[in-house]
């Protein structure tokens, strides 16, 4: 009981602080001598300060107005993707306070050399965060992968050429879990963007993927891997796929395809460990020039990605379809096959354009979705943290 409350004091702070004890009281239901007493045990834990008196001692009481802490407990973000690493540390109202990214090829690198890179550049960012009074007690790793995530192994990253890699379950002293990043891009959108309560994620990296968030929570299907787009069929009889059936949607809308069917040099040229170029950027910049063969690539790929996504409309039924990582910033050029697709294909209702949304996340959003996944829990449990500092 008491656990919760304290969970609902420290949420109604989250989402309304400022607040006074009596503010909370109110809106949580209990007196304000219980509150005060929770608000004592938040407050060792570090998750809640009380502000001083405003200057014209009118706008909330003295002493008594409650926020969440911009310093103590935190979470930290990991990133290992096919061609960059990056980390983060977030604060309990969700604010990036240190953050590092690299450019470097991750396919075909082992899997121990990459994390020991990750690990360096984690160092940084913890560092950085501690000066500033944050205190990491989570982290989470985003891989472009099916990811167990209960027992933290790599069942298989293809494009990354991990199979079955154990993770470590602690980095640099602080816990560590994994998540597949499409996941944590739509929790991302889910938390800080505009995703509502239920939508389909989809995002692209070197690989496609794609997350159901279903009553404002991932679905992740028996085995925890759903969100397959990338090997749904878009042509039966089409290109062969590494997944070993053909005409999957990667063959159309992958990274690969795109760069292929514009004519430009493909990525797995890149030695491991080099420093890639920046697929995304260039595409844009050669359609924003109005290249003739990067637009049709684009146009290809988004009515291949509007095909697969109109089966999953009819599917499910989503309110909305965000488009992420690095589709958010190719949206101009595949949004209108996109759209056509949708409209043509979509039945159980008729679609509305404004059903597609572009994320304004990004390619920051699975990584910020890593941090953000520690930040969650605190707030949902803050009384196991508390139990701890006490
Ligand atoms: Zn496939």
Known sequence: MRRQNLALVLGSVAEHGPLSRADVAARIGLTRAAVSSLVVELAAAGLVVELGPAPNGRVGRPGNALVLSSQGPAGLGLEIGVEHLAACVVDLGGAV???????????????????????????????????????????????????????????????????????????????????????????????????????????????????????????RGARGFAGELGHVPVHPDGKACACGARGCLEQYAGEQAVLAAAGMPVGPSDAPGAGPGDWVALLADRASGGAEPVLAALEQAGGALGTALAGAVNLVDP????????????????????????????????????????????????????????????????GRLAAQSA
């Open 97 to 219: 306070r240190a953050q590092a990214r690299v450019a470097v090829v991750n396919r075909g690198r082992p899997a121990a050399e990459a994390l020991a890179e990750l690990t360096a550049l984690a160092k940084g960012v913890l560092a950085e965060a501690g000066a500033a009074g944050l205190r990491p007690v989570g982290a989470v790793l985003a891989v472009p992968g099916l990811v167990d995530a209960a027992s933290g192994r790599v069942v298989h990253a293809a494009n990354l050429g991990w199979r079955d890699v154990a993770l470590p379950r602690d980095l640099l002293g602080v816990p560590l879990g994994a998540e597949n990043e499409a996941n944590l891009g739509a929790l991302a959108e889910l938390w800080q963007g505009a995703g509502p309560a239920d939508f389909v994620h989809v995002s692209a990296e070197a690989g496609i993927g794609a997350a159901l968030v279903v009553d404002g929570g991932l679905f």
């Open 319 to 382: 309110e909305s379809v965000v488009l992420g990582g690095a589709y958010a910033e190719l949206g101009e050029w595949l949004l209108p096959a996109i759209r056509r697709e949708l409209a043509a294909r979509v039945t159980v209702r008729p679609w509305e354009p404004e059903g597609l949304v572009v994320s304004a996340l990004g390619r920051r959003g699975p990584l910020l979705g890593a941090a953000l996944v520690t930040v969650r829990r605190i707030l949902a449990d803050p």
